[in-house]
């Protein structure tokens, strides 16, 4: 049966692989992004991929659709999950894509910068899964899955603001799986590693060969949401198979 997504960071990206993955499962897609102009591109995007399929009584055409959405702000989520409900009739599937990050020591790093990264990468995610699950436990179902990332346990110099971010919803995402089991909605925590996405600004292109692509985490992600209801992966590592020498 095929499942409405939503997916936060859809415009680029890990996330706007997700989309397409999901749309070319069957499924209905919904995607967030910051900017009106990125979330209509990347709607324009999806849609040619998936033009040339051929719909059936069985298969219908998958549907997606996009909202502009800071996931840092609880109200612009909540009418964001409110609009898409509204559309597809449900949300049977919330994927937590969006993220920034900045590679800069703490002594150098400001203020505002520190809450731009927690609060996108680690308050997004609450204000979204709060905003999610009456939804999902009204209709008696539903999967959170939430991207993290290798670094949360991995931490380096430099990014500790992202590292900590993102170690955030690891433990959160392990508390939230235990509060909503027993209501028929599942959780995961996704922790790819480097992955060739051109992430905070740098270049997806040089020398990034040996990194995953976007499609190698959205794959993983199809395959998650094909376990039986017995089954739940509650964390997914996702590395390299052969990295760069050190």
């Known amino acids: 049966m095929s499942k409405v997504i939503f997916i936060t960071g859809g415009t680029r990206g890990i996330g706007h692989a997700i989309a397409g993955a999901m749309l070319h499962s069957g499924n209905s897609v919904a995607i967030a ?5 990125g979330v209509a591109t990347a709607v324009s995007r999806l849609q040619s991929a998936v033009a040339t399929a051929t719909p059936d009584d069985a298969h219908p055409m998958p549907r997606v659709t996009g909202v502009t959405c800071d996931v840092r702000d609880a109200h612009a989520v909540e009418r964001a999950i409110a609009d898409v ?4 009739g449900r949300i049977d599937v919330l994927v937590n894509c969006a993220g920034v ?5 703490i002594a150098e790093l400001s203020h505002d910068e520190w809450r731009r990264i927690i609060d996108t990468n680690l308050t997004g995610v609450f204000n979204c899964c709060k905003a999610v699950i009456p939804r999902m436990r009204a209709s008696g179902s539903g999967w959170i899955v939430n991207i993290s990332s290798l670094s949360s346990t991995g931490p380096f110099p430099g990014g500790a603001a992202y590292c900590a971010s993102k170690a955030g919803v690891n433990v959160f995402s392990d508390a939230l799986m235990q509060e909503l089991r027993h209501d ?3 959780v995961t925590v996704v922790l790819p590693g480097s992955v060739a996405t051109g992430f905070s600004g ?3 292109g040089s020398g990034d060969d040996w990194k995953l692509q976007p499609e190698d985490v959205a794959h993983a992600i199809v395959d998650l949401l ?4 017995r089954s739940l992966p509650s964390r997914i590592d996702i590395r390299p198979a052969r990295p760069r020498n050190r």
């Open 33 to 37: 992004g910051t900017t009106a102009d």
């Open 85 to 88: 409900a509204a559309s597809f």
């Open 101 to 105: 990050g900045t590679g800069a020591p």
């Open 184 to 186: 028929n909605i599942r």
């Open 202 to 204: 740098r270049d997806a």
């Open 226 to 229: 094909s376990h039986p209801s």
